[in-house]
């Protein structure tokens, strides 16, 4: 049986792909990045995250965290943002 090799793609060629809007795609990805990584940094659990934000599973968080970008909105990342005290700035480029 022969293996399917797939060329990594970048967020756009993937943006494309899925027929979602790049930026929004690019924002949500970046969103995760940075608070997975300060979960990572702060030792909080995916389960302890959920308990931090009204409204929001362990089980979503693990959605997220795996990278399921649609399941969350730019909103509600923000708001898991500012739950875990980090402060985010947007810039137009």
């Known amino acids: 049986m ?3 090799k797939r060329k990594i793609q970048s967020l756009e060629e ?5 027929g979602i809007d790049y930026q929004t795609f690019k924002i949500k990805t970046e969103l ?4 997975k990584s300060h979960c990572e940094e702060h030792g909080i659990s995916q389960r302890k995250l959920a308990a931090m934000v009204p409204q929001l599973t ?6 997220i965290f795996s ?16 739950a875990l005290e980090i402060k985010i700035s947007l810039k137009a480029a």
Do not use: F, N, P, Y
């Open 67 to 82: 990278g399921q970008v649609g399941h969350m909105t730019i909103d509600k990342l923000v708001t898991i943002a500012s």
């Open 14 to 18: 993937l943006a494309e792909e899925w």
């Open 32 to 35: 995760i990045d940075i608070i």
């Open 2 to 4: 022969k293996g399917i």
């Open 58 to 63: 362990q089980d979503r968080v693990s959605k």
